[in-house]
């Protein structure tokens, strides 16, 4: 036995301790010293369990998130790109019975790539949203309750969600040097935050602290059924992901009929059919002189093209372009219609910035859409917040501005018009 032999060479016992052992072993049990059993031995068993499994990922169409199975629990790969850079963290997604077996992903088995990963406890209850988009996705999926704070309550265009921040029921994070305190105060599940590599990220603050903190960037996806295909990664989160799934099947399908129906006039005899002229559409604004407009690997340039449109820049496969406003005033009297030109609404706050685009032929033709036809209480703007769960209804929307007529989709609402004509309000 190990420990009576040290303690024979070292003095401490005599020949005739081996009688007293018994008694030693009884009285270190008590006291929480565990000598292995029947103290013929001080090794603990220390064994590592190995699932012998690589991560079974689904087939998704995001480029910026993951989903699969490995060693027995839902795991997530999330990815913000900033530039050059791209941010990449791991999640193991545990219920109760999972995690029943230890959070420990070592002792788990799961592979060395996996052990460093971020271990939430699912379904979450309490969540702070720090965008109005992760605030889209849980209202659609029922869940406002379980909502306890938002970036600024003031832009929610939720009424009931508006009125709980207004009320203080729900906390408005900000963006001030409190903000950190707030959120050590609420002590949420979890912290969703989004990152743009611009002066209000705050999300390095955050991982320094003991909160669970997960990056979003649905904002960066290039078309509206990659965004949309996020609300599956909140049914894990939750424990609602047939309901998700089931949702995102549903606008799905909707959308690809839609799309298949305006991309196909030649085969109908209908008001589209009759008017076959592909719409030039201009997007962005100018600021000093610099003209900001979406790449042709953009989400705008995407949602043109399915709703009918021929994106200017179409052909260009990055995802944000700038050109002098000459460059784009050449183009003038070639652009049929205008999207997105920046946040403004009125037609004087666009001249007031750059009064030359009065000359562009979409303007002098009245052909203007912004994308805030939908509000909030306070002014929030539910492009950012409900269209992005509801892609069909975007869809038949702006193709309704391009177009003039959208073929008929019962399963289309039409009553969403977050695309308005800024002349007619």
């Not at 050059?84 to 791991?90: A, E, G, L, S, Y």
């Not at 971020?118 to 379904?123: D, N, S």
């Not at 869940?143 to 003031?154: F, M, P, T």
């Not at 805030?372 to 038949?396: C, M, Q, S, V």
Request: with cysteine.
């Amino acid at each position: 036995m190990k420990i009576y032999d040290r303690m024979m060479k070292n003095g401490k016992i005599g020949p005739f301790s081996h009688l007293v052992l018994p008694i030693l072993c009884f009285l270190g049990a008590l006291t929480g010293i565990f000598l292995v059993t029947g103290c013929n031995s001080d090794k603990q068993d220390t064994k590592v369990v190995t699932c012998n499994e690589a991560v079974h990922f689904e087939q998704i169409g995001s480029d910026y998130f993951s989903i699969g199975r490995l060693c027995g629990a839902d795991v997530a790969v999330v990815r913000s790109v900033l530039g050059k850079d791209t941010i990449v963290h791991k999640y193991v997604m545990m219920d109760s019975a999972t995690a029943s077996l230890g959070t420990d992903l070592r002792r788990r088995g799961f592979p060395e790539e996996w052990q460093s990963a971020f271990v939430l406890r699912v379904p979450l209850k309490r969540v702070v949203t720090l965008s109005t988009a992760q605030v889209g996705y849980m209202l659609r999926l029922g869940l406002r309750d379980n909502i306890i704070g938002v970036s600024d309550g003031q832009y929610i265009v939720d009424s009931i969600l508006y009125e709980r921040a207004k009320q203080n029921a729900v906390a408005s994070i900000g963006y001030d040097a409190s903000a950190l305190e707030k959120l050590m105060a609420l002590s949420p599940d979890l912290v969703l935050d989004f990152t743009t590599g611009g002066d209000y990220d705050n999300y390095e603050q955050i991982a320094r602290t003991s909160l669970p903190l997960m990056l979003t960037s649905e904002w960066q996806e290039n078309t509206p059924l990659a965004k949309l295909e996020w609300i599956k990664l909140y049914g894990i989160l939750f424990g609602i992901r047939a309901q998700a799934d089931s949702i995102f099947e549903q606008e799905k399908n909707k959308y690809e009929t839609l799309k298949a129906l305006i991309a196909a006039p030649a085969a109908r005899n209908d008001e589209i059919a009759l008017n076959s002229h592909c719409p030039r559409v201009l997007a962005g604004m100018s600021y000093g002189g610099v003209w900001h407009a979406s790449g042709g690997n953009s989400f705008t340039a995407n949602l043109v093209r399915d709703a009918g449109g021929c994106y200017l820049w179409a052909s260009d496969t990055s995802r944000e372009l700038t050109f002098s406003f000459e460059q784009v005033y050449a183009l003038a009297d070639s652009v049929d219609m205008w999207v997105n030109p920046s946040a403004f609404g009125t037609v004087d706050e666009i001249l007031s910035l750059e009064p030359r685009v009065k000359n562009i032929k979409a303007f002098r033709e009245k052909k203007i859409f912004q994308n805030d036809g939908r509000k909030g209480p306070g002014g929030g703007n539910d492009f950012y917040e409900g269209a992005i769960t509801r892609p069909a209804e975007l869809l038949w929307n702006l193709t309704k501005c391009i177009k003039g007529s959208v073929p008929g989709v019962n399963s289309v609402d039409t009553s969403y018009k977050w695309y308005r004509n800024i002349y007619n309000f």
